[in-house]
T-cell receptor, first 115, second 113 residues
Framework: EAQVTQNPRYLITVTGKKLTVTCSQN?????MSWYRQDPGLGLRQIYY???????DKGDVPEGYKVSRKEKRNFPLILESPSPNQTSLYFC??????????????FGPGTRLTVL | GENVEQHPSTLSVQEGDSAVIKCTYS??????FPWYKQELGKRPQLIID?????GEKKDQRIAVTLNKTAKHFSLHITETQPEDSAVYFC????????????FGTGTLLAVQP
């Protein structure tokens, strides 16, 4: 089954404690991205990756890092989380080929609370 | 910069009525326009999309129309059912090779039984 997975699904942490949210896709997509979703603001892109070892900032990258060492994995790293990073996070994987070009699939989401 | 505006932010309809959600986009180079449905606590799910070479697309009770000249596109849901209640997001592809989707801020649709 084609899917995007994220872990953990829920996380409560404290300010300054480094954390990583993992993302994995099994569709062999080159393009992956991270979003945060906040009430009234919709989905905002944090970082994206066009392929292995190719990453770039989205609209709200401050306080986040990513890496893309393998095609299937795209972890999101918060080196020193702060309360304003409390949000719902979605990883997404995008089809760049064929008739379904640009079709984007979302992971199940990670609800992060930073105290 | 690139922008997608979505209206209304909330919409309440009676079961069986139609619902229409409208979006406008700023980037004339956008060529892909998906609509996502997000139920409470779940991920956004693609429900229909349209590309710039067509003006309308239908899938059972849902349809999307695109007016490239005016830079707006709309989602139409007919014969609404309670299970249609959700937040709906429109999006438009951004400029260049980044494949970035620019999302609207969402419409909360409530279908009253």
């Amino acid at each position: 089954e084609a899917q995007v997975t994220q872990n953990p699904r829920y996380l409560i942490t404290v300010t300054g404690k480094k954390l990583t949210v993992t993302c994995s896709q099994n569709m062999n997509h080159e393009y992956m991205s991270w979003y945060r979703q906040d009430p009234g603001l919709g989905l905002r892109q944090i970082y994206y990756s066009m392929n292995v070892e190719v990453t770039d900032k989205g609209d709200v990258p401050e306080g986040y890092k990513v890496s893309r060492k393998e095609k299937r994995n795209f972890p999101l790293i918060l080196e020193s989380p702060s309360p304003n990073q409390t949000s719902l996070y979605f990883c997404a994987s995008t089809n760049l080929g064929g008739k379904r070009y640009n079709e984007q699939f979302f992971g199940p989401g990670t609800r992060l609370t930073v105290l | 910069g690139e922008n997608v505006e979505q209206h209304p932010s909330t919409l309440s309809v009676q079961e069986g009525d139609s619902a229409v959600i409208k979006c406008t986009y700023s980037d004339s180079a956008s060529n892909y326009f998906p609509w996502y449905k997000q139920e409470l606590g779940k991920r956004p799910q693609l429900i229909i999309d349209i590309r710039s070479n067509v003006g309308e697309k239908k899938d059972q009770r849902i349809a999307v129309t695109l007016n490239k000249t005016a830079k707006h596109f709309s989602l139409h849901i007919t014969e609404t059912q309670p299970e249609d209640s959700a937040v709906y997001f429109c999006a438009a592809s951004g400029r260049g090779a980044t494949n970035k989707l620019i999302f609207g801020t969402g419409t909360l649709l409530a279908v009253q039984p």
